[in-house]
């Protein structure tokens, strides 16, 4: 680490970028396996409904440890979906998250249903039985916990909590392909499990691409049908659907990307195991809050969240970029303080975990294809900010 913090402390303009994310870098390691199966693809001519879309949804659902698969042309469209299938009215209200992407309410809000905000845990940053139950009414038709930045979301209590009142749970596992929880994978617990292919993903196309799991056939059927114009036989509509498929071209390269998943997805593990080791031995790992792991969860690290108290976040982020070390902030803005939902009547301070959370989160590169001497200097990055008083300058 010596050359690397003396890097970090000195002329940094001479050294290469640490990226938050290189999906070049991945792609260009399978890129003849890539190649070869859009090539494939091309001379069948099948370029909606091949059999690579069947073969996906196949192991999408073994990963996945259920009965069915349905692809979708998004993992927005996903949620949105899983929602259609439930035939809501307009006052039934769905609990979410406030901190997660903003697809995971834009479905709800999209359908005409209350979008019911619940606070966070402050150490996993997903909802928890507790928070949901602090905002369940008569009125709670589904919750969506979110399995954030690669770790489930206490999922085992959360389903039970909504089996005891009918009501039914929607997993958005966008960030979390591989996880489990207590042994059981992420997509396998509620009544639908909602995975997002965006390229920034553990398992990411070549464009966008999303698919929804379950163990119900019904449900199964009745998501096939909402996700093809509510089309069943052809030209005949039993309910107004969308259009959302997924072409066989980004099924493809999916598929070639499945063969590799778990060794993406171990990477990933080992730096984290890394930073940990790498904070501690700096002497940062408590005062850098480090990413919380419970231990009953298989965590897949679409993210590593650093914890920045103080006030210091936006010092710490703007010093790594003065370095050319990639970072970011997810998420800035909490989705009750987004302007479009304003008219829910959220006040500043009604979700305060979720409000602190926003002000202090800093990701910092976990990708599977990043070096030790970058993982070093993203370390001694981060040390240099603490240990050269740069924070005090900032301020």
């Not at 966008?208 to 379950?214: A, P, S, V």
């Not at 304003?342 to 959370?357: F, I, K, N, V, W």
Request: glycine share 8%.
């Amino acid at each position: 680490m010596s050359s690397s913090n003396s890097s970090a402390t000195g002329n940094t303009s001479k050294l290469p970028p640490v990226p938050l994310l290189d999906v070049n870098r991945g792609n260009w390691e399978i890129r003849d396996e890539v190649r070869e199966a859009i090539s494939k693809v091309v001379d069948s001519g099948r370029f909606l409904h091949g059999p690579d879309v069947e073969k996906l949804e196949q192991r999408i659902a073994e990963i996945c440890q259920t009965k069915h698969a349905i692809s979708c042309a998004s993992g927005s469209d996903a949620l949105l979906l899983a929602l259609m299938a439930l035939e809501l009215e307009p006052d039934d209200e769905i609990i979410v998250p406030s901190f997660t992407f903003f697809a995971t309410a834009s479905c709800v809000w999209r359908l005409g249903c209350k979008i019911v905000f619940a606070d966070i845990d402050p150490k996993t940053y997903n909802v928890t039985e507790a928070t949901i139950a602090a905002v369940t009414t008569p009125k709670t038709r589904a919750i969506i916990p979110v399995h954030l930045f690669g770790q489930c979301a206490q999922i085992d209590r959360i389903c039970r909590f909504a089996a005891e009142r009918n009501i039914v749970v929607i997993e958005d596992a966008a960030q979390a392909i591989g996880a489990a929880y207590h042994g059981r994978a992420a997509g396998c617990w509620g009544d639908v499990g909602c995975l997002s292919f965006y390229p920034t993903k553990n398992l990411g196309s070549m464009g966008d691409g999303g698919m929804m799991t379950t163990n119900d056939t019904k449900m199964a059927e009745r998501l096939k049908l909402y996700a093809n114009h509510g089309m069943q036989p052809r030209y005949y509509h039993q309910v107004v659907g969308i259009n959302s498929r997924l072409d066989t071209i980004q099924a493809a390269v999916l598929n070639v990307k499945m063969d590799h998943l778990a060794s993406y997805t171990q990477k990933r593990r080992d730096n984290a195991t890394k930073y940990f080791e790498m904070f501690s031995g700096a002497g940062l790992a408590e005062e850098l809050g480090m990413p919380y792991r419970d231990p009953a969860a298989y965590h897949v690290w679409n993210q590593f969240s650093l914890r920045v108290q103080g006030g210091r976040r936006d010092a710490l982020r703007q010093h790594l970029q003065s370095q050319q070390i990639g970072c970011e902030i997810y998420y800035p803005v909490p989705l009750h303080r987004q302007q479009c939902f304003a008219s829910l009547g959220y006040a500043e301070g009604s979700l305060p975990e979720t409000e602190r959370a926003t002000r202090e989160i800093l990701h910092i590169p976990i990708y599977p294809e990043m070096t030790a001497m970058e993982q070093e200097r993203v370390v001694a990055g981060v040390t240099s900010f603490y240990r050269e008083g740069y924070y005090r300058k900032a301020a």
